[in-house]
């Protein structure tokens, strides 16, 4: 049973990797489906707030349920632990806090939050699962180098994915729709300076985590965001004549 579960666990984790390459794929030709690229046209969709609220609470209900009612035999390890804490912070954040900030976000269609709310899932379990059951580390991994540069990356990237955020946010006055050129922080060098915090964040996980299910989920976001902040680079360009030339569109000084 134990040995079936592990083989899973990595047979999801190879899927994910495929998943990353084929979203890119689609993303690149079909667009992405929600916010300011959601059809007007869509038959069935929900407000910006319960979108995210529901689509990513799966990422934090799933590993407190497994916390709770599985044997979750290796966080009594520190390394787990810690690494199994800095997912369930991260989606604390993005399914309970960061829903409710919004101001005037466009609903999501309801396949794209179908879509999200499965992966959330999908990606919950595999990760969780992973680090409760499963990841062997020795007591020494939290002194190791690339755990302590992945765990400082995540910090980084998690404060700058929440600080991107407030600055978007607060583009608008209450009750506005519109869009403006974001200003200040890591928008001066960046289109798209919320998803860069994103991936480096994530970037960080896979480094410390050092497995194929952490390296995994890295690689999807970085292909699912790289083809968003493409899709965002171009529409700044096309929708404001002063849009500064210099910006790049996911990371400073490189693309
Ligand atoms: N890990 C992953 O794979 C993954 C995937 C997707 C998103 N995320 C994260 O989820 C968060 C939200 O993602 P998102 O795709 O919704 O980000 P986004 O397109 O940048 O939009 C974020 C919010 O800011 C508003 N906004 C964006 N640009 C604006 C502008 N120029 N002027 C005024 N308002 C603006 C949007 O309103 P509208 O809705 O009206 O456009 C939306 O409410 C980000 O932190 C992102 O990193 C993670």
Not at 73 to 78: D, I, P, S, T
Not at 99 to 106: A, T, W
Not at 138 to 154: E, K, N, Q
């Amino acid at each position: 049973m134990e040995l079936a579960e592990r083989l899973l666990l990595d047979a999801l984790a190879y899927l994910e990797c495929a998943l990353s390459f084929l979203f890119f794929a689609l993303l690149t030709l079909l667009g992405s489906p929600y916010g300011r690229y959601a059809s007007q046209r869509a038959a069935w969709s929900l407000t910006a707030p319960t979108a995210w609220a529901v689509q990513e609470l799966p990422s934090l209900a799933v590993p407190l349920l497994v916390c709770v009612a599985t044997a979750a035999e290796r966080l009594r390890r520190w390394p787990n632990r810690i690494l199994l804490a800095m997912f369930i912070v991260h989606y604390t954040q993005r399914s309970l806090i960061f829903p409710f900030l919004i101001r005037g976000g466009k609903p999501t269609p309801l396949y794209a939050c179908v879509l999200a709310f499965a992966f959330c899932t999908y990606n919950g379990y595999l990760q969780s699962r992973y680090l409760s059951q499963y990841a062997v580390y020795g007591d020494d991994w939290v002194t190791d180098p690339r755990f302590l540069t992945g765990f400082v990356l995540w910090l980084v990237g998690m404060l700058i994915n929440i600080h991107s955020d407030y600055i978007l946010r607060n583009l608008r006055k209450p009750g506005e729709t519109g869009y403006k050129i974001p200003r200040g922080g890591l928008f001066e060098y960046v289109s798209a300076a919320n998803y860069f915090g994103e991936v480096v964040e994530w970037c960080g996980y896979g480094l410390a985590s050092w497995s194929v299910q952490g390296g995994a989920f890295a690689l999807f976001t970085f292909c699912v965001l790289l083809s968003r902040a493409r899709q965002h680079h171009q529409w700044y360009l096309e929708k404001f004549e002063d849009y500064p030339k210099s910006r790049k569109i996911l990371i400073p000084f490189l693309f």
